[in-house]
């Protein structure tokens, strides 16, 4: 299913994290909770300028482990906590719509938040209940289900005739 702003087939997913060549996926069958994004508009990001402006001033993050033991894990609050992009500060420098957008979701009661790539999107990482309040509050945002929810189990009509 395409979400609005992306292309069909390229939307994002909380399940898969990068760093460096190195890609880790998340245990499946883990709780997962929904993701509000912002797209601000009014300019893109090519990755050629991202990484020439990271090239400035090299700098990594932190290690990715805690990320990949939250998720590991399905503790929606470390993982929230753990979000990184080495691209955001150099791209925020420069778009400070993006640390807005972060500081939006964060004033707001999202798990945590973080630019997408080589931006402009930010992504929040938030519960089920409360994604549509922080999406709602912040201009521009929509929500995301990263994994789908599990469907609700099935229930019988509780009348005789059988028809559901």
Not at 110 to 118: I, W
Request: net charge negative; with cysteine; glycine share 10%.
């Amino acid at each position: 299913m395409a979400s609005p702003g992306w292309p069909p087939g390229s939307a994002p997913t909380s399940r898969r994290w990068s760093s460096g060549s190195r890609r880790t996926s998340a245990v499946e069958g883990k709780s997962w909770s929904r993701c509000s994004c912002r797209r601000p508009h009014g300019f893109g990001v090519s990755s050629a300028d991202a990484y020439a402006w990271w090239d400035e001033r090299a700098a990594t993050g932190p290690d990715p482990g805690a990320l990949i033991a939250a998720a590991e894990a399905g503790n929606d609050e470390l993982l929230g906590s753990a979000l990184y992009n080495d691209l955001q500060g150099p791209v925020a420098a420069r778009h400070p719509e993006i640390a807005e957008a972060v500081a939006a979701f964060a004033d707001v009661g999202a798990r945590g938040a973080v630019m997408s790539g080589s931006g402009p999107t930010v992504v929040a990482l938030c519960s089920f209940a409360s994604a549509q309040d922080v999406a709602d509050a912040v201009p521009g945002s929509f929500v995301v289900d990263a994994p789908p929810r599990p469907p609700t189990p099935a229930t019988i009509d509780p009348d005789p005739s059988g028809v559901v």
